[in-house]
C-alpha cells in the first residue's frame, strides 16, 4: 500500500477518569473510501475531533502524509487538508448560504466580491445535485439543506482527508445517491474519506475498509469483501443481533385517545386525518418534504394548525402552543436535537427535569436538588446513558446518548400521547434496538405513540398501521402487517393508488 495520508499510531484520550479512546491505531490511504462505525460511544466522535484538531490526544502520534504533526486547532487540520461534515449541521443562521460555504476561507480578500462569491458558491452546491438559493439567509434552511450547505462548505476547501459524519441523515433518496457520486469521484482523485455511519447498507455500497470501535478500542479493520452486516453488528455491540428488530406483538385497544379530522396549516400540508388508540403505533412514512414533521409540530402546538380538528378521548382541544399540548398529555421528541430537543451547554439533570421541573420544587419555590439527581440518575441507570455522571453538559456526549437524554426527558413526564419524530437519526444499532424497546414498552403501557420515520425497515417493524404522506398530503393509511415496502415507497412517490386502512 501507498503512504497514507494520514495515521493515527496508539491515539489515547481521556476526559477525567473517562477513556475515550484507549491505544487506537488506524491509517487512511489515498483513494479510499473508510468506514468507521462503532454503538454511540464507542469513540467514533472523539477520533473525529482528534482528526480536525479540536481535542489533543492525551497520548499516542499523527503523521500527515509520514510526517508527525500535532494539530492544535480546527483551522491548522485545514490548512493540512483535514475537513470534516459533521453528524449535526452547524450553519450560522445569520449569514446567507454563499457565506457559510465560505466563511472558513481567508482568499476572499478584505472586500467582498459578491458576484464572484455567488457563482462560486452556485458551481459548488450544483455539484451536489440540488438547487439552493446561495443568498437565502441560512436561519429558514430544513435540516436536509443546512446538511448540503455542510457538504459544499467541506467541497468549498482543498481537501485530502475528508470526515464525513453521518452526512445522509436528513438527506432524500437522490440525494444521497448525489452524495456517493461525490465521494466516489473524490475518492478516484486521491481523496481519502472517512465515512462515519449507522446505516450499515451504505457502509457495504460505499466503503473500501470498515472499521468497527468498540468502547474506545478498536476491534477490527477488514476490506469490505471480507465482511458481513451480522458480523459488523457482532464487532460494535459484542452480541449477536438476529434478534435486535423482531416484530412484537401489537398492544392496540379499541379505545381512541387522539383522533384528528383534516388538519391543515395553508401551504404547508392538509386533510391530514387518522386516529391512535391506546397501546397503538402509528408510523408517519414519506420521503424528505413530505411535511409529516409539520404536523407533528402542529400536534405539539409549536407550529399549530390552521384548519381541522383534534379530539383526545372524544373532546375536541385547541393546541395553541406546546404547554396546552403538555397539559393535555402530549410529549414531542424532536428530530432536531439542538434546536428543539436540547439545551446543549446545561447538564443532563437539567435537560431531564426541565418539563417536570414543578415537580421538584419546594415549599419556597427553590429547586429540590436532591430529587432532581435522584431521578436523573435513575433515567441514566435505566436507558444506558453513557456517561460517569448527570452532571455532564449535553452537548459533550455522543448523538445515541443525547438522544436518550431526550427520550429520559419525555418519559418522566408521563405522556398518553407521544410523538416520536425520528427516533433513530443518527444513533447506532444498538442504540435504535433501544429505543425500539422503549417504544413497544410504552404501547404495552397504554401510551398512544405516533412514529415519525424515513427509515423504511423501522417503520416496518414497530407499525401497527402507516400513514403515508407526500407533499404534505394524506396519500394513504395502510395496515402494517398486510402492507409491504413496495407499497409504502409507491404511495410515498406518488405512483400509488391511494388507500386507507382506518
Known sequence: MSQPLLEMRGISKNFAMTAALSDLSMSLQPGEIHAVVGENGAGKSTLIKIMTGVHEPSSGEILVEGTPRTIRGPREAQALGIAAVYQEPMVFPDLDVAENIFISHRDRGTVMNWGRTWRDAEAIVAKLGVWLDVRRPASGLTLAEQQTVEIARALSLDVKVLIMDEPTASLSAHEVRRLFAIARALRDQGVAIVYISHRLEEVFELADRVTVLRDGRHISTRPIG??????????????????????ETSHATDRTVLSVRGLGRPGIFQDISFDVRAG???????????????????????????????????????????????????????????????????????????????????????????????????????????????????????????????????LHADPRILVFDEPTRGIDVGAKAEVHQIIHELAARGVAVIVISSDLPE??????????????????????????????IALATGQGREMDAA
Open 226 to 247: 471480507e465482511v458481513t452486516a451480522d458480523g459488523l453488528i457482532a464487532d460494535m455491540v459484542g452480541r449477536e443481533a438476529s434478534d435486535f428488530f423482531a416484530r
Open 280 to 410: 397503538e403505533v402509528l408510523c408517519f412514512a414519506g420521503l424528505v418534504g413530505a411535511r409529516r414533521t409539520d404536523v407533528g409540530l402542529a400536534l405539539f402546538g409549536i407550529a399549530p394548525a390552521d384548519a381541522g380538528a383534534i379530539a383526545i378521548d372524544g373532546a375536541e382541544v385547541a393546541i395553541d402552543n406546546p404547554r396546552r399540548a403538555m397539559d393535555l398529555g402530549i410529549a414531542y421528541v424532536s428530530e432536531d436535537r439542538r434546536k428543539l430537543g436540547l439545551a446543549m451547554t446545561k447538564p443532563i439533570v437539567d435537560n431531564l427535569t426541565l418539563p417536570t421541573l414543578p415537580r421538584f420544587l419546594g415549599r419556597l419555590g427553590l429547586v429540590r436538588r436532591r430529587a432532581e439527581r435522584e431521578v436523573a440518575e435513575s433515567y441514566r441507570r435505566r436507558l444506558e446513558i453513557r456517561t460517569p455522571n448527570v452532571d455532564i453538559d449535553v452537548g459533550k456526549l455522543s448523538g445515541g446518548n443525547q438522544q436518550k437524554v431526550m427520550l429520559a426527558k419525555w
Open 459 to 488: 417503520v416496518m417493524a414497530l407499525a401497527d398501521r402507516i400513514l403515508v404522506m407526500r407533499e404534505g398530503l394524506q396519500m394513504g393509511l395502510l395496515d402494517a402487517e398486510a402492507a409491504t415496502g413496495e407499497q409504502v
